[in-house]
């Protein structure tokens, strides 16, 4: 599907299909009775991660997660899980980032954008404006050039605004984003912000943690009216990041009707 040559579960369209994608989730995983931040110490100033032959060091900031609306100043388990979801797809030869140009939304502390750098793709992170210093501290810290096979570049971008014209001047091949989805308040400039930057040919990549039913089911069904939305199955992940609390779509701008 897409850029994507793994096998995805294609959700079906309407509202209906996207409650009982949302259904099914909550009962096949159960991820209210999973272990909460497996990968992940939200307490800790740092979490260290092996990923793509580096060891990663990501800065948190575990003071910032009491403010409201803040959750991007600590690491959660989708964004593990997304990053060596994407390692594993590289090194499995379902995936090819080596030169292709990709957009993070909501990058938080960057880990899944530094593993993507580190994969060869050409990496803007992006974030609101008070969350740009860890984010940069954090690409600075992990990204050395001298082996570097990728880049990364720190950007603002707020969901729903035109974004800068080297976003989108041209369209991104992927489109990443890990615990995107935590509001309804927040999807519909989220999907306003994906129909920005995807084309024909981009492919977006999204991983969240399973909390909330009515959320996931809200965007399922604004989503599937302009993308097609498949579902990766957790065989597909890297063994060793599976989570039942986590899910990964993938999702391809929908082709226009001819006239």
Not at 55 to 81: A, C, H, N, R, Y
Not at 153 to 158: A, D, G, K, N
Not at 183 to 205: N, P
Not at 223 to 250: E, L, N
Request: hydrophobic share 40%; glycine share 10%; net charge negative.
């Amino acid at each position: 599907m897409g850029g994507y040559g793994g096998m995805v579960s294609v959700v079906a369209e309407g509202s209906e299909s996207a409650a009982e994608e949302t259904l099914m989730l909550w009962c096949t995983q159960q991820p209210t009775y999973s272990q909460h931040n497996a990968f992940v110490s939200q307490s800790s100033l740092s979490l260290h991660l092996d990923a793509c032959g580096h060891s990663l060091s990501i800065f948190q900031s575990p003071s910032s997660l009491g403010k409201p609306g803040v959750t991007g100043s600590v690491m959660w388990d989708s964004g593990v899980v997304l990053g060596k979801f994407l390692e594993h797809a590289v090194d499995s030869g379902l995936l090819l980032l080596q030169g292709k140009k990709v957009v993070e939304l909501g990058s938080g502390c960057g880990l899944v954008g530094c593993i993507a750098a580190l994969l060869g793709a050409q990496v803007f992170l992006t974030d609101l404006p008070d969350r740009l210093r860890l984010l940069k501290k954090n690409v600075e810290t992990n990204l050395k050039q001298g082996d570097l096979r990728g880049s990364a570049t720190v950007h603002e971008l707020t969901w729903g605004d035109d974004p800068e014209p080297e976003l989108i001047e041209p369209l991104p091949d992927y489109v990443l984003g890990s615990d995107v989805i935590y509001s309804e308040g927040a999807v519909a400039d989220l999907l306003v912000t994906l129909m920005q930057l995807c084309g024909a040919q981009t492919t977006i990549v999204l991983a969240g943690e399973l909390r909330n039913d009515s959320i996931l089911e809200y965007f399922l069904e604004a989503a599937m009216k302009d993308f097609m939305v498949g579902r990766v199955d957790q065989t597909q992940w890297h063994p060793d990041y599976c989570s039942p609390r986590v899910v990964i779509y993938i999702l391809v701008k929908k082709k226009s009707p001819t006239t």
